[in-house]
């Protein structure tokens, strides 16, 4: 009897190591074909005309919006005109209506050649004209619809929050036409201290907070960080068929110098090497996927910054950089490492010089010196990369503000995780 148990169980554990292999490879085509296929069925907000134009008829309208905001080719901006849709302002973000601006580079306010529309930039000195009251009282909602990728220093949402806080100051309605966050898979870096609150950084959130538009505007009506704790009348156009795991393949760069997927996933862990005076490829073919200092000893690759459309004056301009090509980085790898500062302290290390030359990025303006921590949050990471911690030791005393913070925006994510 004991005998004939025996083999029974020998066979039973056989067949199921036999097909615990296929059940495991089963589950992650499943788990892999979801996401692939998402993202080919994803339907962002401002495709969903028959959601919002009904609730934008008879209304005074300014749009927020770039080039990112379009259906199959299509700018919202037409899309909503062609619905009867009465569109009166257009507020263009850092690089302008086109898109075409260099990073921080002051854009001025124009026409619209096609429409004739008056469009407003909230980036340069415009911007206290453009969220005026008088030039606020022309319009009874303001309509966002634009591609974020989902970091606390892309400015974008910065810029969505000044439009809330306009609104909300002169009595105005918000909506927001959702699109997916290509970084929305994670939660990763510290919580922004607040005395480095800046134009990169408006909001007591992570680096990578895992948020699409939507969710932000949500969570800064429901959290009170509008001035003043105060809420603005707000719709969200949701997504469909997206998940904060879609691999959501952005349709247009968002911006000159985010060309590729894998810059994307890079940015969370490269944009630092702004604070320093590392360039991170801008003029090059490849910003955001390599870096490198004319310093940098022992490194086989090599590039030259040059004066190029999106980067007309970048860092390093026609000076041959050392450095570290990121190009053949696995893209599930990079997303499954997170945040990191490897790539940084790499970078420190090779250069070999004293902390604060490694911080300096040249400009002259008043804050320059403080950029890194504006990026990074706050004021103990250049000291732990100072003192010759690694990056697993440094992403360590961030890990609660991760957990405090998932747990903090939970009630407002609008998708599954």
């Given at each position: 009897?004991?005998?004939?148990?025996?083999?029974?169980?020998?066979k039973?554990?056989?067949?199921?190591?036999m097909n615990?292999?296929?059940?495991?490879?089963?589950?992650?085509?499943?788990?892999?074909?979801?996401?692939?296929?998402?993202?080919?069925?994803?339907?962002?907000?401002?495709?969903?005309?028959?959601?919002?134009?009904?609730?934008?008829?008879g209304?005074?309208i300014?749009?927020?919006?770039?080039?990112?905001?379009?259906?199959?080719?299509r700018?919202t901006?037409?899309?909503?005109?062609?619905?009867g849709?009465?569109?009166?302002?257009?507020?263009?973000?850092?690089?302008?209506?086109?898109?075409t601006?260099?990073?921080?580079?002051?854009?001025?306010?124009?026409?619209?050649?096609?429409?004739g529309?008056?469009?407003?930039s909230?980036?340069?000195?415009?911007k206290?004209?453009?969220?005026?009251?008088?030039?606020?009282?022309?319009?009874?909602?303001?309509?966002?619809d634009?591609?974020?990728?989902?970091?606390?220093?892309?400015?974008?949402?910065c810029?969505?929050?000044?439009?809330?806080?306009?609104?909300?100051?002169?009595?105005?309605?918000?909506?927001?036409?959702?699109?997916?966050?290509?970084?929305g898979?994670y939660?990763?870096?510290?919580?922004?201290?607040m005395k480095?609150?800046?134009g990169?950084?408006?909001?007591?959130?992570?680096?990578?907070?895992?948020?699409?538009?939507?969710?932000?505007?949500?969570?800064s009506?429901?959290?009170?960080?509008?001035?003043?704790?105060a809420k603005v009348p707000?719709?969200v156009?949701?997504?469909?068929?997206?998940?904060?795991?879609t691999?959501?393949?952005?349709?247009?760069?968002?911006?000159?110098?985010?060309?590729t997927?894998?810059?994307?996933?890079?940015?969370?862990s490269?944009?630092y090497?702004?604070?320093?005076?590392?360039?991170?490829?801008r003029?090059?073919?490849?910003p955001?996927?390599?870096?490198?200092h004319?310093?940098?000893?022992?490194?086989?690759?090599?590039?030259?910054?040059?004066s190029?459309?999106?980067a007309k004056?970048?860092?390093?301009l026609?000076?041959?950089c050392?450095?570290?090509?990121?190009?053949?980085?696995?893209?599930?790898?990079?997303i499954?490492?997170?945040?990191?500062?490897?790539?940084?302290?790499?970078?420190?290390?090779?250069?070999?010089?004293?902390?604060?030359?490694?911080?300096?990025?040249?400009?002259?303006?008043?804050?320059?010196?403080e950029?890194?921590?504006?990026?990074?949050?706050n004021?103990?990471?250049r000291?732990m990369?100072?003192?010759?911690?690694?990056?697993?030791?440094?992403?360590?005393?961030w890990?609660?503000d991760?957990?405090?913070?998932?747990?903090?925006r939970?009630?407002?994510?609008?998708?599954?995780?």
């Amino acid at each position: 009897m004991h005998i004939y148990f025996v083999c029974i169980f020998t066979k039973y554990f056989d067949w199921l190591i036999m097909n615990r292999k296929i059940m495991i490879i089963t589950l992650l085509v499943l788990v892999f074909s979801n996401i692939v296929v998402s993202a080919q069925e994803v339907v962002v907000g401002a495709a969903r005309i028959d959601q919002y134009v009904p609730l934008l008829k008879g209304k005074k309208i300014g749009l927020f919006s770039n080039h990112t905001g379009v259906v199959n080719g299509r700018h919202t901006l037409d899309i909503m005109l062609e619905n009867g849709l009465d569109v009166v302002t257009i507020f263009s973000p850092e690089h302008g209506f086109r898109g075409t601006a260099d990073a921080g580079e002051s854009v001025n306010s124009s026409v619209d050649t096609k429409t004739g529309i008056c469009i407003e930039s909230l980036y340069g000195s415009n911007k206290k004209k453009a969220l005026s009251k008088e030039a606020i009282d022309k319009i009874d909602i303001i309509v966002t619809d634009i591609q974020d990728v989902g970091l606390r220093f892309y400015t974008y949402y910065c810029t969505m929050i000044d439009l809330m806080n306009a609104a909300v100051a002169n009595g105005k309605a918000f909506m927001v036409l959702d699109r997916p966050n290509p970084n929305g898979m994670y939660v990763d870096g510290p919580i922004l201290d607040m005395k480095y609150k800046s134009g990169v950084g408006k909001l007591p959130i992570p680096v990578v907070h895992g948020l699409t538009m939507g969710e932000i505007a949500l969570m800064s009506n429901g959290e009170g960080w509008l001035n003043d704790g105060a809420k603005v009348p707000l719709t969200v156009v949701e997504c469909e068929n997206y998940t904060h795991q879609t691999r959501y393949v952005l349709p247009i760069a968002p911006s000159p110098n985010l060309r590729t997927m894998k810059s994307i996933y890079l940015y969370p862990s490269i944009c630092y090497f702004e604070g320093t005076s590392v360039s991170l490829g801008r003029g090059t073919d490849a910003p955001f996927e390599i870096y490198g200092h004319p310093d940098m000893k022992n490194c086989d690759f090599e590039f030259t910054p040059r004066s190029v459309e999106g980067a007309k004056n970048p860092p390093l301009l026609d000076k041959k950089c050392y450095g570290r090509d990121l190009r053949n980085l696995d893209d599930e790898k990079i997303i499954a490492k997170g945040l990191t500062l490897e790539y940084l302290i790499d970078a420190y290390q090779k250069m070999n010089v004293p902390v604060d030359d490694f911080f300096d990025n040249g400009y002259k303006y008043v804050g320059a010196k403080e950029f890194f921590e504006k990026l990074i949050g706050n004021d103990k990471v250049r000291k732990m990369i100072a003192e010759g911690k690694n990056a697993d030791e440094i992403k360590a005393t961030w890990s609660n503000d991760v957990e405090t913070f998932k747990a903090q925006r939970k009630p407002y994510l609008l998708y599954a995780e």
